[in-house]
């Protein structure tokens, strides 16, 4: 079975500092896809970046970035110049490559952001 | 385009009593997922459709739990009755069928309280 990994409950960061949020994962699977989901304090759930498993390239959107670590099955979060906004809690999370395939989510960071 | 919506947002029940959950998905999403967090644990899948069918239900718990989605289009999660250990946040995501990059859009939750 897959199962996601984050050994981070709580981390807090500078404004306009960078931050590196960890997630490990299992699977025996080739085909996969990596996301890491923000939910912030009004409670709704977005996506914030995703990784392709065949694809060696990390995956950037804008300030955000990853790590993977194919094989360390290790897939960690960057958040350059962090603003107050990015205060939030964020989920990693996991699915086959297969289209309407479920997802495996990590246990969830809280990230504070302190001006 | 409206965005995957879940009412009530918050709802507080006594033990033994009933609720419905209900989830209107994105117009034109044939996946719909229910996934479920109890308080300061990992999103849990519950269940899957495709359309009207039932396409994997393996995490729903127990049967006092039935989810159904009338005409392939909203979905409702009933609990019956309620326990104390149902108390958590309940999420509904939607997403297209047949594309492998998609990724799952999300509903601001439902806070389910059992006192």
């Known amino acids: 079975a897959q199962t996601v990994t ?9 404004e306009a500092e960078t931050v590196t949020l960890s997630c490990t994962y299992d699977t025996s699977e080739s085909d996969y896809y990596l996301f890491w989901y923000k939910q912030p304090p009004s409670r709704q759930m977005i996506l914030v970046i995703r990784q392709e ?37 964020y989920f990693c999370a996991y699915r ?20 | 385009e409206a965005g995957v919506t879940q009412f009530p947002s918050h709802s ?12 209107d998905p994105i117009s034109g999403h044939d996946n719909l997922y229910w996934y479920r967090r109890v308080m300061g644990k990992e999103i849990k899948f519950l269940l ?9 239900e393996s995490g729903m718990p127990n049967n006092r739990f039935l989810a159904e989605r009338t005409g392939g289009t909203y979905s409702t999660l009933k609990v019956q009755p309620a326990e104390l250990e149902d108390s958590g ?17 999300f509903g601001q939750g439902t806070r389910l309280t059992v006192v």
């Open chain 2, 48 to 56: 899957h459709f495709v359309k009207e069918s039932k396409q994997d």
């Open chain 2, 89 to 105: 946040v309940y999420f509904c995501a939607s997403s297209p069928r047949g594309r492998r990059n998609t990724e799952a859009f």
């Open chain 1, 53 to 89: 498993a065949y694809k060696q390239q990390n995956a950037t959107e804008n300030r955000f970035s990853v790590n993977f670590q194919k094989a360390a099955k290790s897939f960690s979060l960057k958040i350059s110049d962090s603003q107050l906004g990015d205060a939030a809690m």
């Open chain 1, 6 to 14: 984050q050994s981070q409950p709580e981390m807090s960061v500078q």
């Open chain 1, 96 to 115: 086959w490559g297969t289209s309407g395939s479920r997802l495996t989510f990590g246990e969830g960071t809280q990230l504070t952001v302190n001006p």
């Open chain 2, 12 to 23: 507080v029940i006594e033990k033994g009593q009933t609720v419905t959950l209900r989830c």
